[in-house]
Structure formats: C-alpha cells, structure tokens
C-alpha cells in the first residue's frame, strides 16, 4: 500500500496567515487549486503548516457574508485547528483521517512538523481504486491459472 508522502502532491499552493483573501482566491485561480495552505513563514524554507483555506471557505465565510475579500486575511478565515498526517501513513490511515475529522485535505508533513505536500481525498482515492481494480482481476487470473493447470 502506498504512503501518503508517495502520493501526495509534493508543491502545495501557500500562503502566510496576512495573505488576504482576495490574493489567496487568485492563487487558487492561478494554481489550478481548491486550497492554500497556511504556513509561518515562507522565506527560509521553515513551512509549518499552521492552517487550510478552500475555495468553499471564501464562498461562506467571506462572499455569502459580504466581507471585503481585499482586507480580510486567510488568518481570519481559517479553522483553528488543522489535521496533518505524517508522510510516512498509508493510505488507510488517511481514509480514516480525513472521516473520522471530516476534511478532505490534509497537508504532509515530516518528523519536524514541516510541510512537505497535500494529499486530498482524490488523491487517495485513485490509490483505492486502483488496489480495487487489481483485486476484481484475482479471479479472471484464478481462473486462467487453474485452466493452464488442470490441462
């Protein structure tokens, strides 16, 4: 089974608690991306993860209550809590995680806490989905097996 730190995407979309949230939504847009994550600082390489900002957190906590995307901070929108998962997990462990805290994100991060990718519930689940494609194979080859063995 493959780890998280294997499938994640390893150059995840950043911002700093100031970055506002209008800057947050147009590297989203630049990105290709649904989330920033947040981090203490970016300049010398020390990325600890300190939150998550999704496209659906602008739409309801910054548009559906007409807040002023050009002053409000991603630090004012995050949830005060994140759930990392340690590069090293699987894939199960991060099923489990992302039910059980009910996100579909979770920023990689290593011994020290540093962050060293995303891995998003699509991620993982084109993981599951292949190891189930593989499985609904067994019996096709059971099959094929027996045939060349019972000639």
Do not use: W, Y
């Not at 998280?4 to 290709?32: S, W, Y």
């Not at 998550?52 to 739409?59: A, G, K, N, Q, Y």
């Not at 906590?61 to 590069?87: F, N």
């Amino acid at each position: 089974m493959a780890t998280v730190g294997e499938i994640c995407m390893r150059d995840p979309v950043i911002a700093t608690r100031e970055t506002t949230v209008a800057k947050a939504a147009k590297l989203m847009r630049e990105n290709h991306v649904g989330s920033v994550i947040v981090v203490d600082r970016i300049e010398d390489g020390l990325r600890l993860p300190l939150g998550i900002v999704t496209d659906r957190d602008l739409v309801v906590e910054v548009m559906a209550t007409g807040l002023d995307a050009e002053t409000i901070t991603v630090g004012d929108i995050m949830a005060p809590e994140l759930a990392t998962i340690h590069a090293s997990k699987d894939t199960s462990a991060a099923v489990r995680d992302m039910r059980n805290k009910g996100v579909r994100r979770l920023p990689v991060v290593n011994d020290g806490g540093r962050l060293l990718g995303l891995v998003s519930f699509d991620d993982v689940l084109n993981v599951v989905a292949d190891e189930l494609l593989e499985l609904a194979r067994t019996p096709g080859l059971e099959q094929s097996r027996e045939a060349r063995q019972r000639k």
